[in-house]
C-alpha cells in the first residue's frame, strides 16, 4: 500500500473513532471533517421506524450510512451475513434478527473504537448470534466460501484498493452468494476532480466510483448478475445506490467445495494446538497457503 494510501486510511479510522467516542458521550455521529450532524441523505433516519425503536439508542446514533442494507439485502433465516465496516452495529444486530439463531452475522471495522461500541450495542440488544472482527475490508479475515451475503453502508466508497475489497468479497462469499450494499455512487461524467470537490476522504461522499467504473470492478473481480439503483441524491451528481452483485456457481474450486467450517483455511481446529491439515497429502502449513484466506498464523 502506498504512503498516501495509508494516510488516507488513518484519516478514515481517526475520524470514525471520534465518531464513536462521540456517541459515546451522548452526542450524535458524523462523517464530515467538522463535528456536525449528518443530513436527511445519511443516518439513521434512513430507516424504519420500528427498526430503530427495536435496537440500542447507540448504535442507531452511530449511524452514518446512506440507507438501509439489511432491507434490500433480502436475507433469509439461517444465512452466514458480514457487514463491511460496521461501524456502531446497527446493520449488523438488524441482519441477525433478520438471519434467526440459525444464522450468524459478522461485522467487520478497522476502528477499536467502533468496535467496542458495537459489542457494547450487542450485548445491551442480547445478540448472542453475532461476531465482530477488527480488520480492513481490503484483507477481510474470515475463510473462503463461508459467507451468504455480504453488505455494506456506504464504507467501500471510503476505501483506496477498492479492486481488493471487490476480490476480497468475491474470496469470503459462498459460491451462489451474493452482494446487497448501499454506497456512493457519482455519474459517468464526473470526472474524479469533480468529485473531489464534493467531498474529500473524511466526507461521507468520498472516494466514489462511478457507475461504469463500479460495474467494471465488480465484473473484474468476478461477479455477474450486476445491478446498479440510484435511490436518492446525496450531492451534485453523486447518489447513493443499491447495487446487488452474485459470485456464479461455478467460481467453486475443489479446495473451497470441501472446505468446511472445522476446516477453517483448509485446517481442522485452525490456530489451536490440535490443528491438522483437511487434505493428508499437504503439511498445515501447505494447506493454509493454499487456502488463500490469509489465516497464516
Known amino acids: 500500500m502506498s504512503e498516501q494510501s495509508t494516510d488516507l486510511r488513518e484519516i478514515v479510522r481517526e475520524r470514525y473513532a471520534a465518531a464513536a467516542v462521540k456517541v459515546t458521550e451522548g452526542g450524535t455521529a458524523w462523517c464530515g ?44 433465516e439461517g444465512e452466514r451475513v458480514l457487514d463491511l465496516g460496521s ?39 442480547g445478540a448472542t448470534n453475532v461476531e465482530f472482527l477488527r480488520g480492513t475490508i481490503e484483507a477481510i479475515p474470515l475463510p473462503a466460501s463461508t459467507i451468504d451475503v455480504v453488505i455494506s453502508n456506504c464504507v467501500i466508497n471510503l476505501s483506496t484498493d477498492k479492486p481488493a475489497v471487490f476480490a476480497e468479497t468475491f474470496r469470503v462469499l459462498k459460491p451462489g452468494g451474493r452482494i446487497g450494499v448501499l454506497d456512493v455512487v457519482a455519474d459517468d461524467t464526473l470526472t474524479p476532480a469533480q468529485r473531489g470537490e464534493r467531498g474529500d476522504h473524511v466526507g461521507c461522499v468520498a472516494g466514489a466510483l462511478s457507475f461504469a467504473e463500479y460495474r467494471e ?33 461455478a467460481a467453486a474450486t475443489p479446495s473451497e467445495a470441501t472446505e468446511s467450517a472445522d476446516a477453517c483455511c483448509g485446517v481442522n481446529a485452525c490456530c489451536t494446538p490440535a490443528e491438522t491439515s483437511a487434505d493428508p497429502a499437504l503439511t498445515v502449513t501447505e494447506a493454509k497457503s493454499a487456502s488463500g484466506c490469509g489465516c497464516q498464523g
Open 33 to 76: 471533517p467538522q463535528p456536525v450532524e449528518v443530513d436527511e441523505n445519511f443516518g439513521s433516519t434512513l430507516y424504519a421506524a420500528d427498526d430503530r425503536d427495536a435496537l440500542p439508542a447507540e448504535a442507531v446514533a452511530a449511524s452514518l450510512g446512506c440507507g438501509n442494507p439489511t432491507a434490500v439485502a433480502e436475507l433469509r
Open 217 to 249: 470492478g465488480l465484473q473484474a473481480a468476478g461477479f455477474t448478475d450486476i445491478s446498479i439503483t440510484p435511490t436518492h441524491a446525496v450531492a451534485d451528481g453523486m447518489h447513493s445506490a443499491i447495487v446487488r452483485a452474485v459470485k456464479p456457481v
Open 87 to 125: 461501524g456502531g452495529g446497527i446493520d449488523v444486530l438488524l441482519s441477525a434478527r433478520r438471519v434467526g439463531p440459525s444464522g450468524k452475522a459478522h461485522g467487520l471495522d478497522m476502528t477499536d473504537e467502533m468496535l467496542a461500541l458495537a459489542l457494547a450495542n450487542a450485548a445491551e440488544a
